[in-house]
């Protein structure tokens, strides 16, 4: 398992810095090229989809796998894989971040936020002070979302992603928009 953490946190750091870019140039569109890479044999994904077949269970090669696919921006490949990751382990919330991250690049906005909002509850105590990027970008995405439709919920939303990450600009302005 130490090797999925590895890999689980440069996806996360590569995530954060995704994250660190505006709301809007977070969501990315898919090329033409992109598809057309996502339907070419990738040697990565085809070894890894031989692991997996010998071993569904084996989280660490489906975790690759993810990764695999969303470097490939395979969106729908990766947000698949890391359902199958929830289904596995239900209680570890990186996979519920992946799966936001992915409907986001997919810009599935709708699910993107309910993947947000499950990763945020999945989060344990003891994990906080790790995730704390994460989680303010979590918690910033689900009040952007809710800013024209429940106005109370994204501002505590917007709280949590400050208290979490005070220097967001993108937060500070969606607060400061939420509280004039």
Not at 20 to 30: L, M, Y
Not at 69 to 86: G, R
Request: charged residues 20%; aromatic residues 10%; proline residues 3%.
């Amino acid at each position: 398992m130490k090797m999925i953490r590895m890999n689980i946190k440069t996806l996360f750091v590569g995530m954060i810095l995704a994250g660190s870019v505006t709301f809007v140039n977070a969501q990315t569109t898919q090329t033409d090229s992109a598809a057309a890479t996502s339907q070419t044999s990738n040697p990565t994904i085809d070894g890894l989809k031989k692991q997996i077949e010998a071993n569904p269970q084996d989280t660490d090669a489906l975790a690759k796998l993810a990764g695999a696919y969303q470097d490939a921006s395979d969106w729908t490949n990766a947000i698949e894989t890391w359902k199958k990751i929830s289904a596995l382990l239900p209680d570890w919330a990186p996979s519920y971040y992946s799966q936001a991250y992915a409907y986001q690049s997919a810009k599935d906005d709708a699910n993107a936020k309910l993947a947000y909002e499950k990763y945020i509850a999945t989060v344990k105590p003891e994990e906080i002070e790790a995730n704390k990027k994460n989680l303010a970008y979590a918690y910033f995405y689900v009040a952007f979302s809710e800013q024209t439709t429940d106005k109370n919920k994204a501002k505590e939303h917007i709280a949590k992603s400050i208290q979490y990450d005070p220097t967001n600009q993108d937060a500070i302005k969606l607060s400061q928009a939420l509280n004039s």
